[in-house]
């Protein structure tokens, strides 16, 4: 008997519409809870999804499913903390099993600038709703009693933040609960459809080609990852996004428990425990663009002699699975939400490695604009005209591991 | 003969049998049940081995010694130790092997597919999974990955082909029942008998099998069309009976027979795993991985995923709300995700689909590690970017400092006494290692014209032996670094520059240097010289004496740098300040970085002087409103943001980042780096964190920004900040706000000495007067060959022999006053701390007096008689005749740097070796001046 097996959600798939009011291309967690929260906040469902594979296929499925708002300025840690609010609730709201579960995430440093800079981070996130503290070598220690606090004699632990809320949730489970959650309030979902065009109307976008035919919509979402560029030029536009590989992997079942959720930035990785048992580690994206889902060997070579350094204990643990996601980078570490300045065309980008812990605040404030029309004040900031602006976001807390 | 422990219990084993058959032999089963494969497919044989989970029992030769565990989850840990560190865990050994051809494989078409390599003249390297040569994944590169028995992991580099030749594996049966010990497949049941294992009654289900047939099958039933369909095993624990029916016919009879093994054959599947990972790789499929994949009937009860524990009726539960593809499947239920990667439940998943969707849905992405190596394994051969080392860094040690990673390099942090750190460079001299800075060369026909377009300064209105403060932008005009940048002195030798950048960013930098002059088609030379140059930082009111101290001739003025030699040392001093204070910047060779250290040390030492590290520099630097990089700024730091306006000029024509700032200049502000001065008492947070670094800034109700810098610290009766203010709603910068509920107020000007006059002071060089005899005690002047020589009629300058030896004034009077090894030399104090011995004696310091002794032919000399040094003298110098001899004095002769000893009747005279022609001109020219008042 394996209690991972999923019992409880069901997908209803039906056949495509000649129209929508709204198409959203891609069917990633970003793309899902848009649909959800239209349906379910604005009592929008001549709604459709179009993915190309299958649902959650992308990075929404290959992420390290961590949720956290120990961001590195201030519209960041607000945009981030409702998120995680959101995700605290969504076990009760669509009444199905997330796995989710807080466990607290510890940024440890290793040197004095790091010190200073996990100092900031607690400072600037208490100022801005999020929790996060600086806490010493001993309470790091007795938060996470496997870590090797000489970080094998070269790595010592100095200190870390620390932020309690800081969670994980099966990935998976997110993107199935928001797809069925909008498709049982009439949303569609079309699997295995690729979007090949946008239809323009005049400047306006009126609607996209698929591989089933023209479909009309009164405003098209792109939550693509990955391609984005591809769409955005469909609409003409060039977006200041570069896709770079990701990549992470599990270890065997660990039988103790490890409590909370580990990072490094200064050694580049992060580690945490799934639900399974599993050790999960990833570390930054790969320097170099990239559209490939390969994965690397000195990836998993590279992140098994850091982790060595701090967590010893991992020596033996067989790795079991590596795989790899695309990042869409923006050049300032933030996400680029709402109006793209072509009538009819919204975006959700830029979602680097921040996508997954960002799901539901995304989707209801994208469909907070779409159903409104009016930019929600969350996401402000976050528009796509902020480098042609000279407002970019830059938030070196943001990537993490970047 | 092989002894081993499983579950504490002894095990005595025949050479050659893999850990399973030795315990199957002695009739342990690993736990949890299931089709034993002794191919390596399966999960059903999983242990713990000498503290390593899920390792497959069929894959491990058993070995003396060995700790086997049967529960495969590697039980119960040791309690963890709440403090102690645990060590750390050493990666394994690598082997790189290079070949044409890498043949995983070697069954019968592995061997083939080697032998035509080598027929063809071909490098070739066979992996073998008998030979414990297990294959983790086929990367790009290529690159393959495999365990070694020897303990080592080899990393494969096939130059042409990766053939795969991994045989097919075995299916495993899908019904109630699969779970019992007692299952075997036709391959295993083989080896079995072959090991001579008794397998009991054995029924045979499938396929008959191959090979010699066990002596003891009691039954056969093929499956399929015309033949039976296997319903079940039954039994508790261990199977006791196979139960069948005719095939086809669901209301047909069951058939039971009792048994005490299941030979069980079914049919094959590709071992193609690696294949499919692999796909844009030059990889050749050979023998029965190549094979289309037989499918086999569609499971209608049981557990089709051993390793994730997924039922048929999981499956059904899935499909039946709505999860159709093969990959949500799987995500959906596990299934295929544990140590087999799908090798057992593949199959039965695309005959699942195939029958539910009437569609055959591809395998789901073969993904590495085909075989699960450990961390341990993993981490072999991985480099991990090292942190660098200043050549001062024993040094550093030595002296208690406590060393930190900063900016890629390991830097004294504190030398533990921060108070006297900062109050030596406030009042007296101190010295800081810089040598961590990068440094770049840039020398060309086009070196002006290149970083004029590289940094947003004037460069040709720096005149040569100037430097000058610049900025680095990127093109979108946002801070990249900032440095110094000297136009060489020495016009002969073309336009050449010295720029310096951040520790962190010189590697970065480097490239960026690189990068623009490509583009920009300037022929310029760029090199790099941040690890061959080390720089010492020489900074305090007293600095320009301990310069003199150390030997410097010359010192440039604010703004300037030239070569000077210090103590032996040739340097590039650069001065500017980032202290506040007096600052020279030596620039010199990385193999003199000790000497000059510890000379300078020595030298200083009548000054107090106190090396200060990291953390006292950045105090300093935020008294005087200094930024630094990556801290005071951000991604977006505009010029104008970080009120740096004054290093722009944006009236010199195009440099990088100049379109940028003439489009942002066009926007309004919104945010600006500004200097903060925090009423007392300053705001406190913990004694922990004294430093308000992060902490909000508000203008009344509104959030304005935070503070970037704060060191804790107070100077000028208020406490220095940096940090990023917003502009209001008017566009206005608040002049008052608070900082954790304090007063703050921005400032215009520096917290310290605001109008630069310490940095910028006018320093006189003053050589020591003759009239300073006293301070230099006479060493013994004894006979030497030097000594020997009388002087002439026409004096010539000859080069010193000589030996120079620096250590503490304590310990020069130590050796002083311990003869024999002075006997013989004629020896100078030239300073307190330094001696200067003719003739190279040959003697031993004590290495606890940290002296150095250096050969040193740095001097020429000359003897003069009385009457002429007198006449000489007289002409060139403003000198006093000594008031008893020996006697030693130093200053300048005609201008030329010299040292005298006074004897009876005789002057030597040592001047640097460099002046000995200037000074043999002036020696000649004088003296033949004088020649007629003589007489």
Redesign the interface.
């Known amino acids: 008997m394996n209690e991972f097996v999923e019992r409880q959600m069901k997908l209803t798939w039906r056949p495509p519409k000649k129209s929508y009011d709204v198409v959203i291309v891609g069917a990633g967690g970003h793309g899902l809870a848009t649909a959800y929260y239209l349906a379910t906040r604005h009592g929008m469902s001549n709604v459709a999804v179009f993915e190309r594979g299958y649902i959650g296929g992308g990075n929404s499925g290959r992420n390290t499913t961590i949720i956290r708002a120990n961001y590195g300025i201030p519209a960041a840690v607000r945009f981030y903390q409702r998120s995680v609010d959101l995700y605290r609730g969504l076990e009760e709201e669509t009444d199905r099993w997330l796995m989710h579960q807080q466990k607290g995430i510890l940024w440890m440093a290793h040197s004095e600038g790091a010190v200073r800079a996990e100092r900031m981070r607690a400072k600037l996130n208490t100022e801005f709703g999020a929790q996060t503290e600086f806490v010493g070598p001993q309470q790091v220690k007795g938060l996470c009693p496997q870590l090797d606090m000489s970080g094998g004699g070269r790595w010592p632990v100095l200190g870390a933040s620390y932020h309690p809320q800081g969670a994980t949730a099966r990935h998976d489970r997110v993107v199935w609960a928001l797809a069925e959650g909008a498709m049982e309030r009439g949303a569609h979902v079309h699997q295995n459809t690729p979007v090949d065009g946008l239809i323009l109307d005049g400047e306006r976008v009126a609607g996209v080609r698929t591989a089933a035919g023209d479909v009309a919509a009164g405003a098209v979402v792109s939550a693509v990852g990955g391609h984005v560029s591809r769409i955005a030029a469909m609409a003409g536009l060039r977006l200041p996004i570069r896709t770079h590989r990701l990549q992470a992997f599990v270890t065997n079942h660990y039988q103790r428990q490890f409590g909370p959720i580990v990072a490094s930035s200064e050694l580049f990785f992060y580690a945490s425990q799934t639900a399974r048992g599993e050790m999960l580690l990833g570390a930054e994206i790969d320097p170099q663009p990239s559209f490939s889902y390969r994965s690397s060997h000195d990836f998993v070579q590279d992140v098994c002699r850091r982790a060595l350094r701090l967590l010893p204990f991992m020596s033996n643990l067989r790795v079991l699975r590596q795989w790899t996601g695309v990042c869409d980078m923006s050049p300032d570490y933030s996400p680029i939400m709402g109006h793209t300045g072509v009538p009819g065309f919204y975006i959700t980008t830029g979602w680097g490695t921040w996508g997954f812990k960002a799901i539901p605040a995304g989707g209801e404030q994208m469909a907070e604009l779409i159903a409104t029309g009016e930019v929600p004040e969350l996401i402000a900031p976050f528009g796509l005209d902020r480098f042609a602006r000279d407002r970019t976001m830059a938030d070196r807390g943001s990537a993490g591991t970047h | 003969m092989a002894t081993f422990l499983v579950d504490g219990q002894r095990v005595e084993t025949r050479a050659g049998d893999n850990l399973l058959v030795a315990m199957l032999r002695i009739g342990v089963h690993p736990t949890g049940g299931g089709c034993l494969c002794l191919g390596g497919d399966c999960p059903n044989c999983l242990v713990t081995v000498d503290?390593?989970?899920?390792t497959r029992s069929c894959q491990v030769p058993a070995r003396d010694g060995m700790v086997v565990q049967r529960d495969h989850?590697?039980?119960?840990?040791p309690a963890?130790l709440?403090?102690e560190?645990?060590?750390?865990?050493?990666?394994a050994p690598v082997q790189h092997v290079h070949c044409d051809t890498v043949v995983i494989g070697q069954g019968d078409s592995g061997r083939e597919a080697a032998r035509e390599a080598r027929d063809g003249g071909l490098g070739v390297v066979t992996l073998n999974a008998r030979e414990g040569q297990h294959v983790?994944?086929v990367?790009?590169?290529p690159?393959v990955?495999a365990s070694d028995q020897a303990g080592c992991v080899l990393?494969v580099h096939p130059r042409r082909e990766i053939v795969v030749a991994t045989g097919a594996a075995e299916l495993q049966p899908v019904v109630p029942g699969s779970d019992l010990e007692g299952l075997v497949t036709a391959r295993a049941a083989a080896a079995l008998v072959t090991a001579g294992i008794d397998l009991g009654r054995a029924v045979a289900v499938g396929e008959r099998p191959a090979g010699p047939p066990p002596d003891s099958l009691v039954a056969h039933f093929p499956v399929g069309e015309g033949g039976w369909e296997l319903v079940r095993f039954e039994g508790d624990g261990r199977i006791e009976a196979v139960v069948l029916r005719r095939h086809g016919d669901a209301d047909a009879a069951e058939e039971r027979i009792e048994c005490d093994t299941a030979v069980v054959s079914l049919g094959r599947s590709p071992r193609n795993a690696l294949a499919r990972m692999a796909s844009?790789l030059p990889v050749r499929v050979v023998g029965g991985a190549a094979r289309e994949p037989e499918l086999p009937p569609c499971p209608r009860e049981g557990t089709v995923c051993p390793c994730?524990?997924?039922t048929v009726a999981?499956l059904d539960?899935?499909w039946e709300?709505?999860?159709?593809?093969m990959?949500?499947i799987k995500?959906?239920?596990?299934a295929g995700?544990?140590?087999c990667?799908g090798g057992v439940c593949l199959p039965y998943l695309r005959s699942f689909l195939l029958e539910r969707g009437g569609r055959l849905q591809p395998a789901f992405?073969a993904?590495?590690?085909n075989r699960?190596?450990?961390?341990?394994e993993?981490?072999?051969?991985?480099?991990?970017a090292v942190t660098a080392r200043s050549p001062l860094h024993d040094e550093h040690l030595s002296r208690g400092a406590r060393m930190?990673?900063?900016g890629g390099w390991w830097r004294p942090?504190t030398y533990g006494r921060n108070d006297d750190e900062y109050r030596s460079v406030r009042e007296r001299v101190s010295l800081g290692d810089v040598s961590s800075l990068g440094k770049m060369a840039i020398s060309g026909p086009d070196a002006e014209a290149f970083l004029e377009r590289i940094v947003p300064t004037k460069v040709a209105t720096i005149r040569p032996g100037r430097c000058r403060y610049v900025l680095m932008l990127d093109e979108?005009g946002y801070l990249l670094d900032d440095g110094m940048l000297c136009r060489e002195a020495d016009e002969d030798a073309g336009d050449r520059f010295f720029l310096t950048s951040t520790s962190g960013g010189s590697s970065f930098f480097e490239l960026w240097l690189r990068d623009w002059a490509e583009a920009f088609d300037c022929d310029v030379r760029i090199l790099n010289q941040t690890a061959s140059l080390a720089a010492i930082n020489v900074t305090g009111p007293q600095a320009a004496r301990l310069l003199v101290r150390a030997g410097a001739r010359e010192l440039p003025a604010f703004g300037r740098h030239r070569h000077v030699r210090v103590a032996g040392v040739d340097c590039r001093i650069v001065r500017l300040s980032f202290t506040g204070e007096l600052s020279y910047e030596l620039h010199h060779p990385a193999a003199d970085a000790r000497t000059l250290w510890r000379r300078l040390l020595t030298a200083g030492a009548a000054f107090n002087v106190q090396p200060h590290g990291?953390?006292t520099l950045l105090r300093l630097r935020l008294e005087k409103g200094h930024i630094v990089i990556g801290?005071d700024t951000?991604?977006?730091s505009?010029p104008r943001r970080l009120a740096h306006e004054w290093a722009v000029n944006l009236n010199k024509g195009d440099f990088v980042g100049r379109q940028a700032i003439l489009?942002?200049n066009k926007?309004p502000l919104?945010k600006r780096l500004a200097a903060l001065r925090a009423e007392d008492p300053p705001p406190r947070r913990t004694a922990?964190?004294p430093?308000a670094?992060?902490?909000?800034i508000h203008d009344g109700e509104r959030?304005a920004g935070?503070v970037t810098s704060d060191a804790g610290t107070t100077a000028g009766g208020g406490r220095p900040m940096l940090g990023w203010l917003y502009l209001d709603a008017e566009g206005n910068l608040p002049r008052e706000v608070t900082v954790d509920g304090r007063t703050a107020r921005r400032v215009d000007g520096p917290t310290y000495d605001a109008d630069g006059e310490r940095a910028r002071v006018t320093v006189e060089i003053t050589s020591e007067s003759p009239q300073s005899l006293r301070e230099f005690p006479v060493a013994r002047p004894e006979a030497t060959d030097l000594a020997a020589e009388a002087p002439t009629g026409r004096p010539r300058l000859r080069r010193l022999e000589a030996t120079r030896v620096s250590a503490t004034s304590a310990a020069l009077d130590a050796l002083i006053e311990q003869p024999p090894w002075l006997a013989g030399a004629l020896a100078f104090r030239t300073a307190p701390d330094e001696l200067l011995v003719a003739a190279s004696p040959d003697f031993e310091v004590d290495d606890d007096s940290h002296a150095i002794v250096e050969r040193e032919t740095a001097f020429s000399y000359v003897w003069l008689e009385d009457a002429t040094a007198e006449r000489f003298l007289d002409r060139e110098c403003e000198w006093r005749r000594p008031d008893a001899r020996p006697a030693l004095a130093q200053g300048e002769v005609a201008g030329i740097p010299a040292k005298l000893w006074f004897e009876p009747g005789r002057t030597l005279i040592l001047t640097p070796a460099p002046f000995a022609d200037a000074f043999q001109r002036r020696l000649t020219g004088s003296l033949a001046e004088t020649d007629g008042d003589a007489a």
């Open positions: 503290g390593v989970a899920y989850l590697g039980g119960e840990e963890l709440s403090d560190p645990t060590s750390a865990g050493d990666a983790t994944g990367y790009p590169g690159l990955v990393h844009d994730s524990g997924v999981d539960g899935v709300r709505g999860f159709h593809e990959e949500l995500r959906a239920t596990l995700t544990g140590t990667q992405t993904r590495p590690l699960q190596l450990t961390v341990r993993l981490a072999a051969g991985a480099h991990t930190d990673r900063a942090w979108r990291l953390e801290q951000d991604y977006d505009t489009r942002t926007r919104d922990e964190d430093s670094e992060g902490a909000a959030y935070y």
